[in-house]
């Protein structure tokens, strides 16, 4: 019974490892785009800025340095990649359902990986249902969501302390509404990296 | 007039430029007769240095040779050159009283031309004028005809204005003659209306009050031929157990119709109970009722009471709205309802 | 000696039922259960017009609460206002049961006295008469708190008419934020004031027994918390904020304890906070369910909540000491938010057909389910104390709106003109 446990973890970090190829190529691709993004944001701010040239061009050489170097930049700019699975925050649910559909496993991988590197990082997990049944039972089954994703997050590496857990319930539909459209856009799970 | 015009400038053109071309060539000719005499006397004064004595003599005789045949030359080639100069006078005088014909040709031509053309313009106009007096008279002839259609056409409508006029004033006359009588109409309907709306509210007044009085009577005569019916049963009921006075003792036949009436009594009081929600099984209230001779209510005391008060009223409340009471006709059997009870249960 | 006397006398008296028994005695057993016909005749007035009418919001009481059924105006037939006007013989004809009458009067308009009497018809007789003085502010209070003796005497069970509601509205406001408010009405759902208001949810009031504290939950510190109020002087406390959810809280009967769902231990689970020392006991231990929505059964030892330890949200049962809980509906795929009536009787909840939801009642003793709403998106139903009637939350045009309906399913009721969207209503006990 370990034995097999353990395997199942096993077979879950090949997994994992064999997806993290593909993503640190895509990643370094991420950082010149991100990189040139922020040069345009530090530019922007510096012509925002009246009677002070001089600095704005520091800090546009200090943003092209960074570039270059390119690892420290790293981090922070990869959870703004629009094209990174980490840029996916939220996973939806079948009715009445906490389980995590078979599409949503490698943008959770994805950000189980993330939270894995950078341990001082905190995700919130927000659960939300649609607004059909029970406001209490939906309160609950929001929570259940929510630690159904936080079980996944943490079985690919992130450690229980990095995570806020919180429910809504039906309290903040995403689409207002009862029909199975909304539903669809209601039932889910955001995740909410703390202080971005 | 525009053309000769054009026709003048370029014939004085053609002019001018043969005489420039004449000019030149004269120009031309003194310039190629003066070059020679000017080289000349150089090339002697260079040879007169080099020449010795002896030879002068012959030499001179050989130069006067030379001149006299240079001068000859020169006079016939001056000869020839005005010979040419003559001749190309004479061609030019030529040239231009050949052009001075041309032109005075071309301008009889232009002028024959002119002419003709006038006279083919003449011709024209003429016809022109012909075949408008022609159309003239044709139109002159519609118009007449026109007039003569329109002056008919304006008869015809002046005939029918004067029928319509006439038709109008029928018609006007129909209008207000149908008016009137709509007019009429409308104030009978008015009045019609009037005296309906009247008589409807009349009737609604007096069909509610009817309706109310007949309600009343009708739940009376209901309340009456349920009783009559119950008596007429009970009679029938009565006259059969008196039919079998002889077989059965006069007590259970008295017996047998105050079971009649006690059913028919039962069954009216249940229908006007209406029993409080909050009764609850076990529960039971017994009214003692004394009734006056024809069934209504004397009396009603509470003998037992169900500790429900709710439950106590429902039931005095049924009582009272049932009666009054059907009672039978025999004396014995109506004496048992003069004074009886009922049992109310809940279930 | 004086024992041998009293046997002799009890013996006396046992026989008089016998004596009666010699009369012809006839049965009288079912009866209908139709509303009891009442006549409400506008009250009369005097000197400064009242400005609530006094008489129409009784008449609109009585009717509301489908036990009586008060005559058309146009079917009186005369204007008593006090008896000696009265011909109870004209009323008897009209087969009312009940005839109220009533004056208003005030000499400047802000303090009025009001007058009624209440009569048997068939007995000619006075069933209530009083006499109130009260401030103008006072007289609709006052008219409930008429209706609700009118009530209880007529049918001998306690009238709701001056009771509570409490629920939450929602507004949106022009900058597409919502504000959220605790709100408490009179019954009849007029004259809502707000007890609380946040940017952040609020849900699942639920009053103590005494009618003088509101619990509830909110939102605001991010999660859900579990607050008591005070309905008076509006203090208020956190009693549950841990780790997870801290939600459904429900007063127990003596007013002692709180039953909560909490998920500090990982899931949400059943438990009862006693107020005064703060205890926690935990009440259920299925940590694959979700237990939650605990109600306290009228004895104050068993608690119905809702839980999917089935597959499906199914009531339970279980002691408030905990133990091994039992399920208490069988019928449908979903069954939540469980209310008790106060008599014990009945349970209402919200019952799931083919992904609608609708208001349903079961006989505790029989099992006996019955639907008793229509629309389909109905939710947290609350018994009316006197265990009559059953208020929930209903939408109408895509807003929450309040309702009631009898627990027979009978009278259908829409509960206040709130142009804002409501929901989470929760029935107060009586006023003490």
Same mark, same amino acid.
């Given at each position: 019974?370990?034995?097999?446990?353990?395997?199942?973890?096993?077979?879950?970090?090949?997994?994992?490892?064999?997806?993290?190829?593909?993503?640190?190529?895509?990643?370094?691709?991420?950082?010149?785009?991100?990189?040139?993004?922020?040069?345009?944001?530090?530019? +922007? =701010?510096?012509?925002?800025?009246?009677? =002070?040239? +001089?600095?704005?061009?520091?800090?546009?050489?200090?943003?092209?340095?960074?570039?270059?170097?390119?690892?420290?930049?790293?981090?922070?700019?990869?959870?703004?990649?629009?094209?990174?699975?980490?840029?996916?925050?939220?996973?939806?649910?079948? !009715?009445?359902?906490?389980?995590?559909?078979?599409?949503?496993?490698?943008?959770?991988?994805?950000?189980?990986? !993330?939270?894995?590197?950078?341990?001082?990082?905190?995700?919130?997990? %927000? #659960?939300?249902?649609?607004?059909?049944?029970?406001?209490? !039972?939906?309160?609950?089954? #929001?929570?259940?969501?929510?630690?159904?994703?936080?079980?996944?997050?943490?079985?690919?590496? +992130?450690?229980?302390?990095?995570?806020?857990?919180?429910?809504?319930?039906? %309290?903040?539909?995403?689409?207002? #509404?009862?029909?199975?459209?909304?539903?669809?856009?209601?039932?889910?799970?955001?995740?909410?990296?703390?202080?971005? | 007039?525009?053309?000769?015009?054009?026709?003048?400038?370029?014939?004085?053109?053609?002019?001018?430029?043969?005489?420039?071309?004449?000019?030149?060539?004269?120009?031309?000719?003194?310039?190629?007769?003066?070059?020679?005499?000017?080289?000349?006397?150089?090339?002697?004064?260079?040879?007169?240095?080099?020449?010795?004595?002896?030879?002068?003599?012959?030499?001179?005789?050989?130069?006067?040779?030379?001149?006299?045949?240079?001068?000859?030359?020169?006079?016939?080639?001056?000869?020839?050159?005005?010979?040419?100069?003559?001749?190309?006078?004479?061609?030019?005088?030529?040239?231009?009283?050949?052009?001075?014909?041309?032109?005075?040709?071309?301008?009889?031509?232009?002028?024959?031309?002119?002419?003709?053309?006038?006279?083919?313009? &003449?011709?024209?106009?003429?016809?022109?004028?012909?075949?408008?007096?022609?159309?003239?008279?044709?139109?002159?002839?519609?118009?007449?005809?026109?007039?003569?259609?329109?002056?008919?056409?304006? /008869?015809?409508?002046?005939?029918?204005? @004067? @029928?319509?006029?006439?038709?109008?004033?029928?018609?006007?006359?129909?209008?207000?003659?149908?008016?009137?009588?709509? /007019?009429?109409?409308?104030?009978?309907?008015?009045?019609?209306?009037?005296?309906? /709306?009247?008589?409807?509210?009349?009737?609604?007044?007096?069909?509610?009050?009817?309706?109310?009085?007949?309600?009343?009577?009708?739940?009376?005569?209901?309340?009456?031929?349920?009783?009559?019916?119950?008596?007429?049963?009970?009679?029938?009921?009565?006259?059969?157990?008196?039919?079998?006075?002889?077989?059965?003792?006069?007590?259970?036949?008295?017996?047998?119709?105050?079971?009649?009436?006690?059913?028919?009594?039962?069954?009216?009081?249940?229908?006007?109970?209406?029993?409080?929600?909050?009764?609850?099984?076990?529960?039971?209230?017994?009214?003692?009722?004394?009734?006056?001779?024809?069934?209504?209510?004397?009396?009603?005391?509470?003998?037992?009471?169900?500790?429900?008060?709710?439950? &106590?009223?429902?039931?005095?409340?049924?009582?009272?709205?049932?009666?009054?009471?059907?009672?039978?006709?025999?004396?014995?059997?109506?004496?048992?309802?003069? &004074?009886?009870?009922?049992?109310?249960?809940?279930? | 000696?004086?024992?041998?006397?009293?046997?002799?006398?009890?013996?006396?008296?046992?026989?008089?039922?016998?004596?009666?028994?010699?009369?012809?005695?006839?049965?009288?057993?079912?009866?209908?259960?139709?509303?009891?016909?009442?006549?409400?005749?506008?009250?009369?007035?005097?000197?400064?017009?009242?400005?609530?009418?006094?008489?129409?919001?009784?008449?609109?009481?009585?009717?509301?609460?489908?036990?009586?059924?008060?005559?058309?105006?146009?079917?009186?037939?005369?204007?008593? *206002?006090?008896?000696?006007?009265?011909?109870?013989?004209?009323?008897?004809?009209?087969?009312?049961?009940?005839?109220?009458?009533?004056?208003?009067?005030?000499?400047?308009?802000?303090?009025?006295?009001?007058?009624?009497?209440?009569?048997?018809?068939?007995?000619?007789?006075?069933?209530?008469?009083?006499?109130?003085?009260?401030?103008?502010?006072?007289?609709?209070?006052?008219?409930?708190?008429?209706?609700?003796?009118?009530?209880?005497?007529?049918?001998?069970?306690?009238?709701?008419?001056?009771?509570?509601?409490?629920?939450?509205?929602?507004?949106?406001?022009?900058?597409?934020?919502?504000?959220?408010?605790?709100?408490?009405?009179?019954?009849?759902?007029?004259?809502?004031?707000?007890?609380?208001?946040?940017?952040?949810?609020?849900?699942?009031?639920?009053?103590?027994?005494?009618?003088?504290?509101?619990?509830?939950?909110?939102?605001?510190?991010?999660?859900?918390?579990?607050?008591?109020?005070?309905?008076?002087?509006?203090?208020?406390?956190?009693?549950?904020?841990?780790?997870?959810?801290?939600?459904?809280?429900?007063?127990?009967?003596?007013?002692?304890?709180?039953?909560?769902?909490?998920?500090?231990?990982?899931?949400?689970?059943?438990?009862?906070?006693?107020?005064?020392?703060?205890?926690?006991?935990?009440?259920?231990?299925?940590?694959?369910?979700?237990?939650?929505?605990?109600?306290?059964?009228?004895?104050?030892?068993?608690?119905?909540?809702?839980?999917?330890?089935?597959?499906?949200?199914?009531?339970?049962?279980?002691?408030?000491?905990?133990?091994?809980?039992?399920?208490?509906?069988?019928?449908?795929?979903?069954?939540?938010?469980?209310?008790?009536?106060?008599?014990?009787?009945?349970?209402?909840?919200?019952?799931?057909?083919?992904?609608?939801?609708?208001?349903?009642?079961?006989?505790?003793?029989?099992?006996?389910?019955?639907?008793?709403?229509?629309?389909?998106?109905?939710?947290?139903?609350?018994?009316?104390?006197?265990?009559?009637?059953?208020?929930?939350?209903?939408?109408?045009?895509?807003?929450?709106?309040?309702?009631?309906?009898?627990?027979?399913?009978?009278? *259908?009721?829409?509960?206040?003109?709130?142009?804002?969207?409501?929901?989470?209503?929760?029935?107060?006990?009586?006023?003490?």
């Amino acid at each position: 019974m370990k034995l097999l446990k353990s395997s199942a973890v096993l077979l879950a970090l090949v997994w994992l490892s064999g997806c993290t190829n593909p993503l640190a190529t895509k990643e370094s691709e991420a950082d010149l785009q991100s990189g040139e993004v922020a040069v345009e944001d530090r530019n +922007a =701010e510096s012509s925002g800025i009246a009677g =002070e040239n +001089a600095m704005g061009a520091d800090l546009g050489d200090g943003a092209e340095a960074q570039v270059i170097v390119g690892e420290d930049a790293f981090q922070g700019n990869e959870l703004d990649d629009p094209a990174s699975p980490l840029s996916n925050r939220i996973v939806y649910f079948e !009715y009445d359902s906490s389980s995590v559909r078979a599409e949503d496993q490698q943008t959770l991988a994805a950000h189980a990986t !993330y939270l894995s590197d950078n341990t001082n990082v905190t995700i919130r997990l %927000e #659960g939300h249902t649609d607004e059909r049944g029970s406001r209490e !039972y939906n309160l609950a089954l #929001g929570e259940r969501r929510a630690l159904a994703i936080r079980q996944i997050l943490m079985l690919h590496g +992130a450690s229980i302390n990095q995570f806020e857990v919180v429910s809504f319930g039906e %309290e903040r539909l995403a689409v207002e #509404g009862s029909d199975d459209a909304a539903g669809l856009q209601n039932r889910r799970v955001e995740l909410i990296y703390v202080g971005r | 007039m525009n053309k000769s015009l054009i026709e003048n400038i370029i014939a004085g053109s053609y002019a001018l430029i043969l005489h420039i071309g004449l000019i030149s060539l004269f120009v031309m000719g003194m310039e190629s007769k003066s070059e020679p005499i000017a080289v000349l006397p150089q090339v002697d004064i260079v040879k007169a240095t080099a020449i010795s004595e002896d030879s002068v003599l012959a030499e001179m005789v050989r130069q006067q040779e030379h001149e006299q045949k240079q001068l000859r030359a020169e006079q016939d080639r001056q000869e020839k050159v005005e010979q040419k100069l003559l001749e190309t006078q004479q061609e030019l005088a030529r040239k231009e009283r050949e052009y001075l014909e041309q032109q005075e040709q071309a301008k009889i031509q232009q002028q024959q031309r002119e002419l003709v053309a006038k006279q083919e313009q &003449d011709k024209i106009q003429q016809l022109e004028q012909q075949r408008k007096v022609e159309e003239e008279r044709k139109q002159q002839a519609e118009v007449d005809r026109k007039v003569a259609e329109q002056r008919k056409q304006k /008869a015809e409508q002046e005939r029918l204005v @004067e @029928e319509e006029r006439k038709q109008q004033v029928a018609q006007e006359r129909r209008v207000a003659e149908e008016k009137k009588r709509l /007019a009429e109409a409308d104030r009978q309907a008015e009045e019609r209306r009037k005296s309906e /709306a009247e008589q409807a509210a009349k009737l609604a007044e007096e069909q509610k009050r009817k309706a109310e009085a007949e309600r009343l009577a009708a739940e009376k005569r209901q309340v009456e031929e349920e009783r009559k019916a119950q008596i007429a049963e009970a009679d029938r009921l009565l006259q059969e157990s008196l039919a079998n006075e002889q077989r059965e003792q006069e007590v259970r036949r008295v017996g047998g119709v105050v079971q009649q009436y006690m059913s028919i009594i039962s069954q009216r009081v249940t229908r006007y109970w209406i029993k409080p929600a909050n009764a609850t099984k076990g529960l039971q209230a017994i009214l003692r009722v004394s009734l006056l001779p024809g069934g209504d209510v004397k009396q009603v005391t509470i003998v037992k009471s169900s500790s429900n008060a709710i439950f &106590d009223r429902s039931a005095e409340s049924a009582v009272y709205k049932a009666a009054p009471f059907s009672l039978p006709t025999d004396p014995k059997a109506m004496a048992k309802f003069r &004074d009886f009870q009922f049992s109310f249960k809940p279930e | 000696m004086i024992k041998s006397w009293l046997m002799a006398l009890s013996l006396l008296i046992t026989l008089l039922p016998w004596q009666a028994h010699a009369l012809l005695t006839i049965e009288i057993t079912g009866g209908s259960e139709a509303a009891l016909p009442i006549a409400v005749v506008p009250f009369g007035n005097e000197g400064f017009a009242a400005p609530e009418d006094i008489s129409e919001v009784i008449r609109n009481d009585l009717a509301s609460s489908g036990r009586f059924a008060p005559l058309p105006k146009g079917d009186l037939i005369s204007s008593p *206002h006090d008896k000696s006007e009265i011909n109870f013989k004209d009323w008897r004809l009209l087969r009312s049961e009940g005839l109220l009458v009533g004056k208003v009067s005030s000499v400047d308009g802000e303090t009025y006295q009001v007058q009624f009497q209440l009569f048997d018809v068939y007995k000619s007789q006075q069933l209530i008469g009083k006499r109130y003085q009260v401030p103008a502010s006072g007289l609709r209070r006052l008219a409930h708190q008429i209706s609700d003796l009118i009530y209880q005497t007529l049918t001998g069970e306690v009238g709701v008419f001056s009771t509570r509601l409490a629920f939450v509205s929602v507004v949106n406001t022009p900058a597409g934020q919502k504000r959220y408010a605790l709100q408490v009405s009179d019954a009849d759902g007029a004259n809502p004031r707000s007890v609380l208001q946040s940017k952040q949810p609020i849900l699942s009031p639920s009053w103590s027994p005494d009618g003088e504290r509101l619990s509830y939950v909110s939102f605001e510190n991010g999660k859900a918390e579990v607050f008591v109020q005070e309905m008076r002087s509006g203090r208020r406390d956190s009693v549950a904020a841990f780790k997870g959810l801290n939600s459904a809280p429900s007063w127990s009967p003596d007013g002692k304890k709180l039953a909560l769902t909490l998920s500090k231990a990982g899931n949400p689970e059943i438990y009862v906070l006693e107020l005064a020392s703060g205890k926690l006991s935990r009440v259920t231990h299925n940590s694959q369910a979700i237990d939650t929505e605990a109600v306290w059964m009228p004895n104050g030892r068993e608690l119905l909540f809702t839980s999917d330890r089935g597959g499906r949200p199914q009531i339970y049962k279980v002691s408030a000491d905990g133990g091994r809980a039992s399920r208490v509906t069988f019928e449908g795929r979903y069954n939540a938010s469980a209310d008790i009536s106060a008599d014990g009787r009945f349970m209402t909840m919200v019952h799931g057909l083919n992904g609608k939801y609708y208001i349903a009642v079961q006989d505790l003793d029989s099992g006996a389910v019955q639907v008793l709403t229509e629309t389909g998106q109905d939710e947290s139903p609350s018994f009316a104390p006197n265990s009559r009637n059953i208020l929930y939350a209903t939408e109408q045009n895509g807003k929450g709106i309040l309702a009631a309906v009898s627990v027979d399913g009978r009278i *259908h009721q829409r509960l206040g003109e709130s142009g804002s969207d409501v929901r989470e209503p929760a029935w107060s006990p009586i006023r003490k």
